[in-house]
């Protein structure tokens, strides 16, 4: 419900954020071009994302945002009032009124939050060589890897998945190497030990499933707003490639799966990503294409990236050419760097008269900052130096006990606390080696239980049954054959994949067809 705060400080259309000798107003028709968030450390960047994300919530835009440092979690909770936000409000001509919005955790590890996972293949080779600082020629061999998967209709979903078709292209290196150029036992014991290190760092708890279904992110609550999806990431931070690498799979899946909405009323989605310059340290160039294609086509699917750093030298100059609302926190001009950063940091606003920018950034005290938002046709306002309203919400982090009560509620119980285990690359390599293993001509009964699997995948797929009679279990394979057919036939083939059991591409559901059914097919 709106508070008497909301009716003086919010429309239906603007965020107020700040104020100064002027309103700085946030228009929520041109909140999805993007925006920057910058300042040194304890100069109120966060109480800023929380008042824009109390904003956003209140018009029914679900935000999400990765909560480094915990303070973020008491948006959660109601504010509190303090003498100091009092006099903030008054300072500002607003009557304080004390609220709190539906949050909802995630945390990769699963400890304070719901986990959250995704398929080895969702993630595919260009992202995972980035988390594992593959060069080259071992990207080269992973893009194989993933090649031969889809050849074979083998799903890659955990990290067990994709240890074994690493490992069945290393023993099958001399007849690969002909078909898709070199590939060696000792590149793929190269990536292997930097899986072992991926693994070490948390890997494992985020590959599998079941996998995060993003329209989880773009919840509303029974009052019409929207839910603030907190990713938990102080233990996350600890593996930064991860981190990074994670939120550039969450943009690309955003990416390709909303529709074209170009220009809405109000973003369909609003992202904050905290500590940014992780996303670009170290990025090699097909990497930064990628970043800066998603970033600058992604606004017209309705979603707005806002980046949260210290300096804007941070961002590259492509990309921070795309964030068109810009809050800057106080710099402090000690160094060379300092020095550059605040000059780059003047240069990116339009200059106001009133103004001298890059004097101004150094003098700013904590809780203000200079604001330009984009107004009208999508041109920035002028530069305006301005107190950020307090938050309505408790400003600090929760309790554990407060923690779980929220997640003791939350829309998403017990929808992705338990592990799904389906069957995958690694349980189909493990059966044809047992199948491999077992004598030729062997009964079930023989050759202990390498033989027995290898004897039941036989009969099953009609390798150790004459012809002239059907067996149970092809019946039942052709069973599920006309099964699969109609489902090609429906014009579903994408879905195949995820209806047998796994979150896959649709590109590897139409390998399994070809691939672990296509003699099944052809009888």
Known sequence: MATSENKIADTDEKILIGKGEQSAWLTLGLANRHGLVTGATGTGKTVSLQVMAEGFARAGVPVFAADIKGDL?????????????LKRAADMG????????????????????????????????????????????QEGVLNIAFKVADEQGLLLLDMKDLRSILSFIAEHAAELTTHYGNVSKQTVGTIQRQLLVLENQGGTSFFGEPALALKDFMRTDSDGR?????????????????????????????????????????????????????????????????????????????????????????????????????????????????????????????PNPKLNTAQVITELGKGEALVSFLEGNGTPAMVERVMIRPPSARIGPITPEERKAIMDKSPVKGQYDTTIDSESAYEVLQKRVARTAAPAGGSASGGGIL?????????????????????????????????????????????????????????????LVRGALGGLLRR
């Open 226 to 350: 929207g839910m603030v999806n907190i990713l938990v990431a102080d233990k996350l931070m600890q593996s930064p490639r991860l981190y990074a690498t994670f939120l550039l799979w969450m943009l690309s899946e955003l990416f390709e799966e909303l529709p074209e909405v170009g220009d809405p009323p109000k973003p369909k989605l609003v992202f904050f990503f905290d500590e940014a310059h992780l996303l670009f340290n170290d990025a090699p160039k097909p990497l930064m294409d990628k970043i800066e294609q998603v970033v600058r086509l992604i606004r017209s699917k309705g979603v707005g990236v806002y980046f949260v750093t210290q300096n804007p030298i941070d961002v590259p100059d492509k990309v921070l050419a795309q964030l068109g609302n810009r809050v800057q926190h106080a710099l402090r001009a000690f160094t060379p760097r300092d020095q550059k950063a605040v000059a780059a940091a003047a240069q990116t606003f339009r």
């Open 451 to 511: 033989g027995q699997i290898g004897a039941i995948v036989g009969t099953i797929f009609g390798t150790n049954v004459s012809r002239g009679r059907l067996s149970t279990g092809q019946i039942i394979a052709r069973s599920v054959t006309r099964t699969v057919t109609n489902k090609v036939v429906g014009g579903v083939v994408a879905d195949l994949g995820k209806s047998v059991g796994g979150s896959m591409g649709s590109s590897v559901g139409r390998a």
């Open 73 to 85: 979690s008491g948006i959660s909770e109601v504010g509190e009032s303090k003498e100091f936000i």
């Open 94 to 137: 607003l009557t304080f009124q004390p609220d709190q919005f539906s949050t909802v955790f995630w945390d990769v590890f699963g400890e304070q939050g719901h986990p959250v996972r995704a398929t080895v293949s969702e993630m595919g080779p260009l992202l995972l060589s980035r988390m594992m600082d593959l060069n080259d020629v």
